[in-house]
């Protein structure tokens, strides 16, 4: 799992940790049933005090995205929703907002941009449809 804290990032070291492990959970990297890395482990291995890591699972547990096994460690919850819809479509305009002003830099205009899209979707393999995603009219965003 690959997970990294800016410390000169501005945002609370947990708040980092929770956000992605959120973000580990809803592209599928991890699924219901796979196992955090332990506290300890990942507090050395992110050094940080351990009672970060204590937080940011107290967080994600509280939120229903993980549960604990007393003495054998964090697992990811069964079907967790870790975003509302306004929150992936928040960090999905994040992202296209970068892709838009780089593509701009580069000189790219929005059809070649929407085909390297396609072309990367398809080489990424299809994604099962998250419950109630069925297929819709594209909104503006």
Do not use: W
């Not at 945002?11 to 940790?17: D, E, H, S, V």
């Not at 509302?84 to 701009?104: H, P």
Request: some cysteine; aromatic content about 4%; hydrophobic content about 35%.
């Amino acid at each position: 799992m690959l997970i990294s804290i800016n410390q000169s990032d501005g945002t609370p070291m947990y708040f980092q940790l929770v956000r992605q492990i959120k973000h580990l959970i809803a592209t599928g990297r991890m699924g219901p049933g796979d196992e955090l890395p332990s506290v300890r482990a990942l507090a050395q291995q992110l050094l940080v005090n351990p009672n970060t890591v204590v937080r940011a699972y107290r967080e994600l547990e509280t939120a229903g995205l993980i549960y604990t096994r007393r003495g054998a460690g964090c697992y990811v919850a069964e079907k967790p929703v870790p975003y509302s819809d306004a929150e992936c479509r928040r960090i999905l305009s994040e992202r296209i907002d970068a892709l838009v002003a780089e593509s701009r830099n580069l000189g790219y205009d929005l059809e070649r941009v929407v085909a390297l899209l396609r072309e990367r979707n398809s080489a990424l393999g299809t994604a099962p449809k998250a419950e109630g995603n069925e297929e819709k009219p594209h909104e503006q965003l």
